[in-house]
């Protein structure tokens, strides 16, 4: 989806880019000939050179290398038209603008090697992603699941939080968590937490051998990369799984060092808190006997939400955080789907359009379970 949405923002920017070429071939024209019509003593041929160098702020070098040919040969036509030519000062103006000219084709050729590399690597990220973070199912069971993934690098597309869901025996395992770190070592821990996630999604186990297989991949990563990573050590990574049962209308969750889900019932935000709190992972902290899921109603109509810390601790020009409760209502028709795409807008017009952090959320909606005959 985002690969297709980058190839119409190219094909759109190309379209631009010929509709304003338009622009330096009539500033071309229009200073050719006011400089025929105006006396010997007014030169107006230098101005020439402003077409090529406008033409490469948006088009490339094979068009900006054109329009100063054009500008050269409206110089040149101009020369002879006024038989002034045999003047040494009108060859210096010549050759400036075919020096201005080939600079600009030089940077132009240079700026466009730049954004082919970009774009190879932002094409490389956006296929890790969806390789790291698979699209989660939009039903599953009496669930309708929504989710948001917002990097704040834009050119690197990939950041530090994650997500997954699987399918059990009898209902649906969410995941969602929050790499402490940067660079490759952040993605390599989100990789060893989704790692782990899914593969205990292939055996019976409860919220708590999870969280312990979790723990177990993200102190063998940080192990593996202690050498190669000097701030290894520093890494840990937020977590929450939740399961939610098919045929009962209750959510089981285990936090470690999560920020705690919202429940939207009816007009009412209310917040999961669970009566514990385990240590995030990779600290080395979780033990057997220290893990304890809590259970909360999750209802029909009932609407939840689980979300990463970039979402809450977003702040607008004067430093106010995004208050997530105020805007979490569900209006009239409105589906998980169309909640999250508002709460994205929403974070949008908060932060001015930049985010300083990766930021996700998962909405979840639970519908009646039809009726055995």
């Given at each position: 989806m985002r690969v297709r949405r980058r190839l119409r923002d190219l094909r759109r920017e190309a379209?631009?880019?010929?509709?304003?070429?338009?622009?330096?071939?009539?500033?071309?024209v229009i200073i050719t000939v006011v400089d025929v019509?105006?006396?010997?003593?007014?030169?107006?041929?230098?101005?020439l050179v402003v077409a090529p160098a406008l033409t490469?702020?948006?088009?490339?070098?094979?068009?900006?290398?054109a329009i100063g040919t054009l500008a050269l040969v409206a110089g040149v036509a101009e020369g002879l038209e006024q038989h002034n030519l045999n003047h040494p000062e009108q060859w210096l103006e010549m050759l400036a603008i075919v020096a201005v000219s080939a600079f600009v084709v030089v940077f132009?050729?240079?700026?466009?090697?730049?954004?082919?590399v970009l774009h190879r690597v932002r094409s490389v990220s956006e296929i890790t992603q969806q390789v790291l973070l698979r699209p989660l199912p939009r039903e599953a069971g009496p669930l309708r699941i929504a989710s948001l993934y917002l990097a704040a690098a834009a050119e690197a597309r990939i950041g530090g939080d994650l997500y997954g869901a699987t399918r059990t025996a009898d209902g649906t395992r969410l995941l969602i968590g929050d790499v402490r770190g940067k660079g490759l070592t952040a993605i390599s821990e989100a990789a060893a937490v989704l790692c782990a996630f899914r593969e205990a999604s292939h055996e019976p186990m409860d919220l708590c051998r999870v969280a312990l297989r979790l723990e177990a991949g993200v102190c063998q990563d940080l192990v593996d990369h202690a050498e190669t990573e000097p701030n290894a050590d520093e890494c840990f990574v937020t977590a929450c799984v939740i399961d939610l049962p098919d045929a009962e209308p209750k959510a089981?969750?285990?936090?470690?060092?999560?920020?705690?889900?919202?429940?939207l019932r009816g007009d009412r935000v209310l917040t999961l808190q669970p009566d514990q709190v385990a240590p995030p992972l990779g600290?080395?902290?979780?033990?057997v006997g220290g893990l304890q899921p809590t259970t909360f109603s999750?209802?029909?109509?009932?609407?939840?939400?689980?979300?990463?810390?970039?979402?809450?601790?977003?702040?607008?020009?004067?430093?106010?955080?995004?208050?997530?409760?105020?805007?979490l209502s569900l209006r009239?028709?409105?589906?998980?789907?169309?909640?999250?795409?508002?709460?994205?807008?929403?974070?949008?017009?908060?932060?001015?359009?930049?985010?300083?952090?990766?930021?996700?959320m998962i909405a979840i909606a639970r519908r009646p379970m039809p009726a055995h005959a």
């Open positions: 379209r631009l880019g010929h509709v304003l070429v338009a622009v330096p071939l009539a500033l071309i019509l105006t006396p010997e003593s007014i030169h107006l041929r230098p101005l490469a702020s948006f088009a490339g070098s094979r068009w900006t290398a132009c050729a240079v700026r466009e090697r730049h954004e082919l089981e969750l285990i936090s470690c060092g999560h920020p705690p889900p919202l429940l600290l080395e902290l979780l033990a999750f209802e029909p109509g009932d609407v939840l939400l689980l979300y990463t810390d970039g979402v809450i601790e977003a702040r607008d020009r004067t430093g106010v955080f995004f208050d997530l409760p105020a805007h009239a028709g409105e589906d998980v789907d169309t909640l999250v795409e508002r709460l994205r807008r929403d974070l949008f017009d908060h932060v001015g359009g930049r985010l300083e952090d990766d930021t996700a």
